[in-house]
């Protein structure tokens, strides 16, 4: 009996994914719950598994399409049976471009691309299901344009150097031909951006450059209480699977601040400043390709055994790709630890539409005057980062002496 395998449901709000890679070909065997292929989202990247032993019989999707939830990507029997649900497979949705008639029914990250672009949708193909335009389709579709584009601007439009804006025409001489511009040097690798990376680029210059004003304040935390904190409980923590790592800790610090200061758990809407209740903490998490941010829900009501808990179980489903579109959604404010690769200091970008994020530099021992005397201290430099539209100087310096206590006075009482 043959088993169909469909494009999943990647969360509330992601409708269609990317077959990114096939891990098994047409006629290779596999196992129940084994990883079959890789699908990609703006949000993540996850493993579609094996729902049943046997032979990979039939492959639906190509790499590279993108297709709606509920698509048949292939099909799953034993050795000489028919794919069954190839038969079916002109039904599906969307892994053939369709004549998209009016543009309707769009995402609202395609409208914002059609508006920022000044697209007409009716005259781009879409992929989606009944032929709706999805962003990869206007994606490609700029693409090509800009390929196009050169050839048909006017010479004096075209991007060049120097010479290419000088006139044809010398006064007081005769005409001289516009020199030619040279061919660029093969020397490089053109490596092709993946979704993921797409999504974060896009995200950061959208942060950066066209939403909120960027303002970053700086102190300097003395870790020795909660390395010592660590270093009492690491034991008892691991008898109970949990990783006690300083993330933890600059966790728990965070959650006391947001309390303390709430205009921090907040967004920026253009009615008022919205406030919100619920602290769901998100936590950088560098992976092969890219970074993702997910996301440790009502971390207020966790304890640091809690934190620990949660940041070690998303931090290896991040690393292994089992983290589902869900898991990244939903977060209020951000921790990124950029210290464990041995940054000092950083200013990272805000993860919109969130008002401030904390960075953590690395740990290291420094000479500082304690009282009188000179001593030497485990070290760190925090920052926080935060929307100016939202909260002032004051404001933020007010947050971090929070988040300095907490670490510096009474790290197992967060």
């Not at 808990?309 to 950029?338: E, K, V, Y």
């Not at 940054?343 to 953590?360: D, E, K, M, R, W």
């Amino acid at each position: 009996m043959t088993a169909n395998v469909i494009m999943p449901q990647l969360g509330e709000s992601v409708v269609e994914g990317t077959v990114s890679r096939w891990l098994k070909r047409e006629g290779d065997p596999v196992s129940e719950f084994e990883p079959l292929l890789e699908v990609s989202t703006d949000k993540v990247d996850t493993e579609v598994p094996a729902p049943a032993d046997g032979v990979l019989l039939k492959i639906l999707v190509n790499e590279g399409q993108t297709v709606s939830a509920g698509t048949l990507l292939c099909v799953i029997g034993q050795p000489g049976e028919t794919a069954a649900g190839e038969a079916n497979s002109a039904q599906q949705p969307a892994a053939v471009p369709q004549p998209q008639q009016q543009g309707s029914h769009v995402t609202p990250v395609v409208a914002r691309m059609a508006a920022e672009h000044n697209l007409d949708l009716s005259r781009i193909a879409g992929t989606g299901r009944g032929g709706r335009v999805t962003k990869r389709d206007v994606e490609a579709y700029l693409a090509r344009q800009g390929a196009q584009q050169p050839a048909e601007l006017p010479l004096w439009e075209q991007p060049g150097d120097g010479d290419r804006f000088r006139p044809t025409v010398e006064y007081g001489g005769s005409a001289a031909p516009a020199p030619a511009r040279p061919e660029p040097a093969a020397d490089g690798e053109l490596i092709p951006l993946t979704p993921l990376r797409r999504a974060i680029a896009e995200h950061m210059v959208r942060s950066k450059l066209h939403t909120s004003p960027h303002v970053t304040t700086v102190f300097e935390m003395d870790m020795t209480a909660a390395l010592a904190h660590q270093a009492a409980h690491r034991e008892a923590f691991a008898r109970q699977g949990i990783r006690l790592t300083l993330t933890a800790y600059f966790a728990a610090a965070a959650v006391a601040a947001l309390r303390a200061r709430p205009e921090f758990n907040a967004r920026w809407t253009d009615d008022g400043i919205l406030m919100q209740r619920a602290v769901h903490l998100g936590i950088a998490v560098a992976i092969d390709g890219g970074l993702v941010v997910p996301v440790v829900k009502n971390a207020q009501n966790l304890s640091l055994e809690g934190l620990a808990r949660a940041i070690s179980d998303l931090a290896a489903r991040a690393r292994s790709r089992r983290l589902q579109p869900d898991d990244t959604q939903g977060g209020t404010f951000t921790i990124t630890n950029h210290g464990v690769s041995g940054s000092l200091f950083a200013t990272p970008i805000i993860n919109q539409p969130q008002v401030g994020i904390l960075g953590v530099g690395l740990v290291e021992k420094r000479v500082k005057v304690i009282g009188d005397a000179i001593a030497i201290r485990p070290c760190a430099y925090v920052t926080l980062t935060f929307d100016h539209r939202v909260a002032d100087g004051a404001d933020g310096d007010a947050f971090l002496q929070v988040v300095k206590q907490a670490l510096e006075e009474r790290p197992g009482a967060i």
